[in-house]
Each structure stands twice: as C-alpha cells, then as structure tokens.
C-alpha cells in the first residue's frame, strides 16, 4: 500500500502538492507482535461518542504484549464476559473500565480475581462504505 505523508484538510481543499508516496505495511504497523496480536470486531455502541472513535462494527487492533495502562481502552474479560472498554484509575487504587458513552454504566473493579485484560486496543478500523471488510469479517 502507498502512504502519501501529507495531511489531508477536512475542511475547504487545498491545492495539491507534489506528494511522493512510500510504500507502508499495514501488518506491521496495525500487528507488530503478530504472535500477540489480533483483530476483533465490535458489537454494539458503549465505545461511540468519545475520543476513541470506536462505533459499532468497527474492527480493533489489539496486542496483547502491551501492558495496560491508566486510560487504555482495553479488551478486558469481566465474570467471564468479553467487554471494550477504557481501563481507567481513580482515587488510589480504585479501576473502573468506563465507557465512551454516557448512557452506559461504569463498572469498578472489585474483585481483581473475576477480571484480566486481554489486550491494549492500538487502532480502529471503520468502513465509510460497506465493503470488503464487512463481507471478509462477519458477525456470527
């Protein structure tokens, strides 16, 4: 794949420049620790509305070598259930996994022995018109 490094305006157009475009692997920089790494897809919208950017559908990169830090959105297994959420701390030792989207409830991490993060989410992949990675990658 060409990567143009250049920045495209989302507002009025800019005249274009002459860009050389590099060639970028997409395995390396969504997987860099393929033996650790997978794609997920997302179902339902607790994650939309933030900073996140992740809405229903949506698949997620996540590495699993990475160590989960305060203000990661993680892959966490909760009384095991799978959940997207953003690891957060607050007030010492407490850890919440917070939603993107207020009409969802925060859960706090009580019991440390019914929850385990399974991978740091490092990027969101979304379709602007349904596709390819919509037919490749369904649902069940």
């Not at 393929?34 to 997620?60: K, N």
């Not at 957060?88 to 407490?94: I, S």
């Amino acid at each position: 794949m060409t990567f143009f490094d250049s920045c495209v305006p989302a507002g009025f157009p800019s005249p274009a420049d002459d860009h050389q475009g590099m060639k970028l692997d997409l395995n390396q920089l969504l997987l860099p620790n393929p033996d650790s790494s997978y794609l997920v897809r997302v179902m339902g919208d607790s994650m939309t509305g933030g900073e996140s950017g992740i809405r229903d559908g949506a698949l997620l990169a996540v590495d699993c070598h990475l160590e989960a830090r305060p203000d990661d959105v993680v892959i966490a297994v909760v009384e095991g259930q799978f959940t997207v959420k953003r690891l957060v701390k607050r007030k010492g030792e407490n850890w919440f996994l917070v939603p993107d989207n207020p009409s969802y409830p925060e859960i706090p991490i009580n019991e440390p022995d019914l929850f385990d993060v399974w991978g740091v989410v490092t990027h969101v992949l979304t379709e602007t018109r349904r596709g390819r990675l919509s037919a490749h990658v369904r649902v069940s």
